[in-house]
């Protein structure tokens, strides 16, 4: 299984970015996609996730309304569309792939069983 993430880079407070995780090596029907961030010195954190059955999605408070997690079914990739960055969202943002997440335990890392490589994005105040 491969999780290749993407679209990172240095963008200016209020604007935007796509990023792409492009899924291979498995069935993903199954799963669901997560976008996980780790800025400097913390932990790493929840940030949205869909289910690639469906497509029922989760995330965290600090991201709604600014951030919208979509997929291309027949790509299989997964985008984290970012919109009106802030600086506290300068991060290395990681997809992973979690088999029968139901809602409540799509914020978990634990419950992922596979990760991507990580993408940083940057936002300059």
């Known amino acids: 299984v491969q999780l290749q993430a993407s679209g990172g880079g240095l963008v200016q407070a209020g604007g935007s970015l796509r990023l792409s995780c492009a899924a291979s090596?498995?069935?993903?029907?199954?799963?669901?996609m997560g976008w996980f961030r780790q800025a400097p010195g913390k932990e790493r954190e929840f940030v949205a996730a869909?289910?690639?059955?469906?497509?029922?999605?989760s995330y965290a408070d600090s991201v709604k309304g600014r951030f919208t997690i979509f997929k291309d079914t027949a790509k299989y990739t997964v985008y984290l569309q970012l919109n009106s960055l802030k600086p506290e969202d300068t991060a290395v943002y990681y997809c992973?792939?979690?088999?029968?997440?139901?809602?409540?335990?799509?914020?978990?890392?634990?419950?992922?069983?596979?990760w991507g490589q990580g993408t940083l994005v940057t936002v300059s105040s």
């Open positions: 090596g498995r069935y993903f029907g199954s799963y669901s």
């Open positions: 869909i289910r690639w059955s469906g497509g029922t999605t």
């Open positions: 992973a792939a979690g088999l029968g997440l139901i809602m409540s335990t799509m914020t978990f890392q634990y419950k992922y069983n596979y």
